[in-house]
């Protein structure tokens, strides 16, 4: 069955530092990929997302990149702020699926 | 409101009582799931309503958990007879779209406590 894997947190980097959070998904089909994220105290919200291979989404200073050949979608952002403290998921959906499928999450933490 | 209500926010209840957690999507969105968040799991799909048509209930864990979404609007998940392992934050989410792009609207949960 469909699968994502993230890695554990928690995640604790300084002010302006690089973000990477690494995604890799198991998929019988073609599936989209989505980053959903949930700041405290707020309901998960749609990040960005991907529909096919090679393609880029990106939003608000985030990125990923639909990797088929590696079955990876990581997260990055080049410059991160206290603001971005928040738990992160990975997800998708596969071909002819009604439902996402979310990993584990990944809580990130910002010090100033 | 504008977005996705869940209630009660907090439930506490003992081992073996009955529990209704309630769900009031954003008007217009023909779509409804339920999802269970467990500590240190991911989401866990229960149950997905669209339309009319029958609900797709493949994640539900057992017949203790039941569902219904009247007048395709408000939705309700019941637990029956809950056990300590059904503690959880029950997410709900609905979207405008048929056929599903996965965005979807969360709302903030109801946090179940099984004592």
């Known amino acids: 069955g469909d699968s994502v894997t993230q890695m554990e947190g928690p995640v604790t980097l300084s002010e302006e530092a690089f973000l990477t959070i690494n995604c890799t998904y198991t998929a019988t089909g073609y599936p989209s990929l989505f980053w959903y994220v949930q700041y405290p105290g707020e309901g998960l919200q749609l990040l960005l997302k991907?529909?096919?291979?090679?393609d880029k989404g990106s939003n608000k200073g985030f990125e990923a990149t639909y990797r088929k050949e590696t079955t990876s979608f990581h997260l990055e952002k080049g410059s991160v702020q206290v603001s971005d403290s928040a738990v992160y998921f990975c997800?998708?959906?596969?071909?002819?699926?009604?439902?996402?499928?979310f990993g584990s999450g990944t809580r990130l933490q910002v010090q100033p | 409101g504008a977005g996705v209500s869940q209630s009660p926010s907090n439930k506490v209840t003992e081992k073996g009582k009955d529990v209704e957690l309630r769900c009031d999507p954003i008007s217009g969105h023909t779509a409804l799931y339920w999802y269970r968040q467990s500590l240190g799991q991911g989401l866990e799909f229960l149950i997905y309503?669209?339309?009319?048509?029958?609900?797709?209930k493949s994640g539900l864990p057992s017949d203790r958990f039941s569902a219904e979404r009247t007048g395709g609007s408000v939705s309700t998940l019941t637990i029956q007879r809950t056990q300590q392992e059904d503690s959880a934050v029950y997410l709900c989410?609905?979207?405008?779209?048929?056929?599903?792009?996965?965005?979807?609207?969360f709302g903030e949960g109801s946090r179940l406590t099984v004592l």
């Open positions: 989410a609905s979207s405008l779209i048929s056929r599903n792009t996965g965005e979807l609207f």
């Open positions: 991907a529909t096919k291979a090679d």
């Open positions: 997800a998708l959906i596969d071909t002819g699926r009604r439902a996402l499928t």
């Open positions: 309503f669209q339309g009319n048509s029958a609900p797709d």
